[in-house]
């Protein structure tokens, strides 16, 4: 859906495509609680990712075009940060209705809770189309130039090497935790409240600090840190629960903390005129990367009789040197936007 929406985002008045995103969004959802079959829930999930994916897109787009590039990483962090806590919040919550209630109690909730988003976002959000003034009337002609954009190019391989590097390591996190490092299944959700909490908590701080001492600076700070703390995890085996528990807060907090000045780089990297249509690739690059990662994760890690994870390390490395190369792409990734006063959200 990214792929097909993306050469028409910057056509439109952004709040609209929003909205429009959002409400297919709280469909598919509630299409999710109805669903009587396997295949039924597969369909309605799928409604649910097409239009996430615009939304997420949009968003960015948003953020990338009402906030001045001068504080676009602390724009970025308030953005991270309601995700951390969605995450931190969300799924012991969801866990823990499906199983007091039904299955499809969370998926109810998500949904009411849509229609009262939906509605603030009508109410609240001004129109958005600054960006129109520049647009090109050939818009299939201006998407195609911008597939053409070195600079886009470099910066979406710069957001693929950086979604490698946390991808590699991600999906089998949890059962690396539970069968090598010890920390009982049944605390198993206090890895993410933790994670989340502190992802919460110091997303700000990130965005801030990239402001004030510059994007490439924080982000290869944050990348050292991550590559630290990922080796760690990947490599030390059994462990207290009170150690998985900092690891794994230092782990969230450094390892996506780094998206942070990471997207204020990709909201850069083109011209305003553009951005709906880049971020709309950017979604598609982030997640066709973590699914080709997590299958190579899948290929390269086996399982021993005594249960354990074997390979693990072996993708703590390769999270390493995805990382490293994201820093040097980064380096690489040109500035497209000057920086002004804050630009008015709507004309006209």
């Not at 309605?44 to 990338?64: E, Q």
């Not at 999906?171 to 992802?199: D, T």
Request: proline share 5%.
């Amino acid at each position: 859906m990214g792929l097909i929406t993306a050469p028409f985002m910057d056509r439109f008045d952004r709040r609209k495509v929003l909205l429009l995103a959002y409400a297919g969004f709280f469909v598919g959802t509630l299409a999710c609680a109805f669903s009587t079959t396997a295949e039924m829930l597969l369909v309605a999930r799928a409604i649910c990712g097409a239009f996430g994916g615009v939304s997420g897109a949009t968003i960015m787009a948003i953020v990338g075009d009402i906030v001045p590039p001068q504080r676009r990483a602390s724009g970025m962090g308030v953005i991270m940060t309601a995700f951390a806590a969605a995450a931190a919040l969300g799924v012991p919550f969801g866990l823990y209705l499906a199983q007091k209630f039904r299955w499809e109690m969370p998926f109810f909730l998500i949904a009411g809770m849509g229609v009262l988003v939906w509605l603030l976002i009508y109410v609240t959000l001004p129109p958005i189309r600054a960006h129109l003034d520049d647009t090109p009337a050939h818009h299939f002609k201006a998407f195609f130039e911008l597939l053409r954009d070195a600079n886009a190019g470099r910066a979406l391989l710069f957001m693929s090497a950086l979604v490698m590097g946390h991808f590699a390591v991600i999906p089998l996190l949890a059962p690396y935790l539970v069968s090598n490092a010890g920390l009982p299944e049944n605390k198993l959700f206090l890895i993410y409240m933790v994670g989340g909490v502190c992802s919460a908590l110091t997303a700000p701080l990130c965005g801030r600090l990239a402001d004030k001492f510059g994007r490439l600076r924080v982000f290869a700070i944050l990348i050292a840190v991550a590559c630290v703390v990922t080796l760690w995890i990947a490599t030390s085996g059994r462990m207290p629960v009170w150690a998985v528990l900092i690891s794994a807060g230092l782990f969230f907090t450094f390892a996506s903390g780094r998206f942070i000045p990471a997207q204020a780089i990709m909201s850069l990297a083109v011209p305003s005129q553009r951005r709906g249509s880049f971020m709309s690739l950017t979604s598609c690059t982030r997640d066709l990367t973590s699914g080709i990662t997590s299958s190579i994760g899948g290929w390269i890690v086996t399982r021993s009789p005594t249960g354990q994870l074997v390979n693990y390390d072996k993708l703590g490395w390769l999270a390493v040197a995805a990382s490293l190369i994201s820093l040097w792409l980064a380096s690489r990734v040109r500035v497209q936007e000057v920086h002004a006063p804050e630009p008015s959200v709507a004309h006209g």
